[in-house]
Each structure stands twice: as structure tokens, then as C-alpha cells.
């Protein structure tokens, strides 16, 4: 491609979280057999610093962006996203954007959609089935707009019965969360912890462990995204499963051909993958 930098420039909230990282592992993939160089940039959810990395990428001319940082739930931060991608797709690059992101369909990037909702109700309804009512779900920022799906995907299945708590989407985070949560009356009655992402849900089985609370007699603990460590914690954790390095090869494929052709979209839907960490209430 005559006149093209052979370079791609993907925005991740925070290249640490496993969800990104492995993603990453599939850009990767593609772009090497494409003959493109990788330029990975961490935003650290920050939106100022997001619309910052945008700007410096578009200033070494790489030809496609893939945007992989969490979309977050901020109009104003939204319309200045839009017009920087808006101009970059004008200059006769493509842009790909992963996850739930608040820009105008007309924008003419890629897109790929994740169902993060649906999983999330299809691991509150597996949850439902086994008997659970008094349910808690830790879960990550409140600004970011996947969470805010996750949130309602559980909301959909135990309504104002369920008892959310913030916490960073980490194994401290989760962890830190359960104890909070277990020595606080909400944990009256409780008999699952869900978690939006498999991180937290590892914090939260090392908490229950120190707690001699045994998983899943006594409590059941679900994840979101189906790690790779998912299938290795004891016991296995149930999790909502999404084939992110599957997501990263067709985010760089998406992006190549839209290069010479129309930018195109995809949904996912993460499956849920039942393993040992959650049974039936007692």
C-alpha cells in the first residue's frame, strides 16, 4: 500500500487487565501476517488522556486505530471521540471501535458490539434457576458504559433485590469489596457473589477462603469475560465467556479491509460457561 505507514495504533483502558491484554495477543496476530507494526497505548480510563493518545497517533499517521478503552457514559467526551475519529476516517484511515461507545452510527468507523447486557442476564438467570434470590454484584466503574449493562443485565432478572457495590475491576478490588461486603448487614441472607469481571471473582474466592465460607455450599461467585485463569482457580469459576483474542484478530481484520472498503459491524454475545463455582442454594 503505496503511501501508507503499515502501522496501527490501538487505545486500551489498561493494557495490566487481562481483558485488554489478550485482546492484544489477537491484534497482534493479524497485523504481523498483514506486515503491520503495533503501537499499544494504555488511556487509563482517563478521557482527557484518551482524546490526548488519539491526537498523537493521528500525528504519526498510523493507518488504522483501534479503539479498545472502555466507552465511557460522557456526552461531552463522546463528541470530541467522534470528531477526532470523524476527521481521522476523512484523511482516508480506519477506525475500529470495541465495546459499547456513545458516537453516531453515520460516524464511518467499524464496529464490534458486545451483548454485555444479555450475558450479564444469562448468568443472573443461571443464578435464578439454582434457587438464588439474595444476590450481590460487585462491580466496576459506574461511568463506563459496559458496566452499566452488566448492572442492568442483573437488574433484569433480581430487580431491587440485588445488592451492588463498586469496586475496581481487580483481584484486590474484589477482594477488598467482599470483605466490606460480609461485614456489613447486606450480607444478611446472601447466597451468590457475581462479579463484571473474573479478576474481582478470584479477590472474592480468596476472601471466602480466609472466611472459611466453602464455595459453592455456602456461596456461589460468578466472573465476566472467561479469562484464561478462569478454568484454573479452585473450584473453577463460572463466567460469562467472551473470545477476546477471537475479538482482537477480527478487530484488525475489520480495520485492514475497511481500508479499501466500507467499514462494517458485529455483535457478540458472550455464552456462559457453568464450572464449579456456583451450585444450587442449600
Avoid at 247 to 274: F, H, N, Q, W, Y
Wanted: hydrophobic share 45%.
Amino acid at each position: 500500500l503505496q503511501g501508507r505507514s503499515q502501522t496501527v495504533g490501538v487505545l486500551v483502558g489498561d493494557v495490566s487487565d487481562p481483558f485488554f491484554s489478550t485482546m492484544i495477543g489477537g491484534i497482534h496476530e493479524v497485523a504481523a501476517k498483514a506486515g503491520y507494526m503495533v503501537t499499544i497505548v494504555n488511556t487509563y480510563r482517563d478521557p482527557g488522556n484518551e482524546l490526548d493518545v488519539l491526537r498523537r497517533l493521528r500525528a504519526q499517521r498510523v493507518d488504522v486505530m483501534i479503539v479498545a478503552a472502555s466507552g465511557l457514559d460522557d456526552p461531552i467526551h463522546a463528541d470530541a471521540l467522534e470528531k477526532s475519529l470523524a476527521a481521522f476516517v476523512k484523511d482516508g484511515n480506519s477506525a475500529v471501535m470495541i465495546g459499547p461507545h456513545e458516537v453516531s452510527a453515520d460516524l464511518g468507523v467499524s464496529r464490534i458490539d458486545v451483548n454485555n447486557r444479555l450475558a450479564a442476564r444469562q448468568v443472573a438467570e443461571h443464578l435464578h434457576e439454582l434457587g438464588h434470590r439474595r444476590v450481590a454484584l460487585l462491580a466496576g466503574e459506574s461511568n463506563l458504559l459496559s458496566m452499566a449493562d452488566r448492572v442492568a443485565g442483573f437488574r433484569d432478572v433480581f430487580g431491587d433485590e440485588l445488592v451492588v457495590r463498586r469496586a475496581a475491576p481487580t483481584r484486590d478490588g474484589g477482594h477488598d469489596a467482599c470483605v466490606e461486603l460480609l461485614d456489613t448487614d447486606a450480607a444478611a441472607g446472601l447466597t451468590a457473589i457475581a462479579t463484571t469481571a473474573d479478576q474481582m471473582a478470584f479477590g472474592v474466592l480468596a476472601c471466602l477462603r480466609e472466611r472459611g465460607i466453602s464455595v459453592p455450599e455456602q456461596m456461589s461467585v460468578t466472573g465476566f469475560n472467561d479469562i484464561e485463569f478462569a478454568r484454573d482457580t479452585v473450584p473453577p469459576l463460572t463466567s460469562a465467556h467472551l473470545p477476546l483474542d477471537d475479538v482482537g484478530r477480527l478487530a484488525m481484520d475489520m480495520g485492514i479491509k475497511a481500508l479499501d472498503g466500507a467499514p462494517s459491524r458485529v455483535e457478540l454475545t458472550p455464552e456462559l460457561r457453568v464450572r464449579g463455582t456456583t451450585g444450587s442454594v442449600a
